[in-house]
Nanobody
Framework: VQLQASGGGLVQPGGSLRLSCAASGSISTIIALGWYRQAAGKQRELVAAITGGSSTNYADYVKGRFTISRDNARNTVYLQMNGLKPEDTAVYYC????????????WGRGTQVTVSS
């Protein structure tokens, strides 16, 4: 599975961005897609995830501000980020969890999100 993320950039506090991640390759093995982020000097952490059945899971610090969704026809997962705060500044990574017998996780290249005035 290959993942191509896009949509990062510089935005002012309170602004919005939408990240996209297009999946290709063995799409049928994907059981969940997600977004993680890693701020400078910190560990990578889960932001949001969505399963094939469209069940979602969010980190507490983004609930009510971020929305994850997927377009199965385009094999794409989105992260709509509203009400951005400076502490949301990080590199955001797309993640695909697959199952081919064992579970295997794939990562896309990160996209930088900077929230600053």
């Amino acid at each position: 599975v290959q993942l191509q993320a896009s949509g990062g950039g510089l935005v002012q506090p309170g602004g919005s961005l939408r990240l996209s991640c297009a999946a290709s390759g063995s799409i049928s093995t994907i059981i969940a897609l997600g977004w993680y982020r890693q701020a400078a000097g910190k560990q990578r952490e889960l932001v949001a995830a969505i399963t094939g059945g469209s069940s979602t899971n969010y980190a507490d610090y983004v609930k009510g501000r971020f929305t994850i969704s997927r377009d199965n026809a385009r094999n794409t997962v989105y992260l709509q980020m509203n009400g951005l705060k400076p502490e949301d500044t990080a590199v955001y990574y797309c993640n695909a969890r697959t199952q081919i017998g064992a579970y295997v996780t794939y990562w896309g290249r990160g996209t930088q999100v900077t929230v600053s005035s």
